[in-house]
Nanobody, 122 residues
Framework: QVQLVESGGGLVQAGGSLRLSCVTS????????VGWFRQTPGKEREFVAA????????YYADAVKGRFTISRDNAKNTVYLEMNSLKPADTAVYYC???????????????WGQGTQVTVSS
């Protein structure tokens, strides 16, 4: 059984930082690309960042480029999302997902976590 478990969310003031973690089990993460997505109530889930299997390729949504960094530690079956200079607009539930390659395109992802809440106060 494949599980993805996100952690690291919480409440932070604008301008602050958080690091999200996505720990996987049941599959070897090195065989997959991993993405982070986020969703707020009433809105569609949107792409945030993705990393390829090797970690050599990373992709970011324009809204987070320069502030967020995605990285992976295949030995720990873990992918991270370092979030800096947080804004109230970043408030959302953040999900990680695994697929055959790192991509902004949600249908390519096979496995999804349950999400972790990030709240940024002004």
């Amino acid at each position: 059984q494949v599980q993805l478990v996100e952690s690291g969310g919480g409440l932070v003031q604008a301008g602050g930082s958080l690091r999200l973690s996505c720990v996987t089990s049941g599959r070897t993460i090195s065989n997959y690309g991993v993405g982070w997505f986020r969703q707020t109530p009433g809105k569609e889930r949107e792409f945030v960042a993705a990393v390829t299997q090797s970690g050599g390729g990373t992709y970011y949504a324009d809204a987070v480029k320069g502030r967020f960094t995605i990285s992976r530690d295949n030995a720990k079956n873990t992918v991270y999302l370092e979030m800096n200079s947080l804004k109230p607009a970043d408030t959302a539930v953040y999900y990680c997902a695994m697929g055959p390659r790192g991509s902004y395109y949600q249908p390519t992802y096979i496995y999804w976590g349950q999400g972790t809440q990030v709240t940024v106060s002004s």
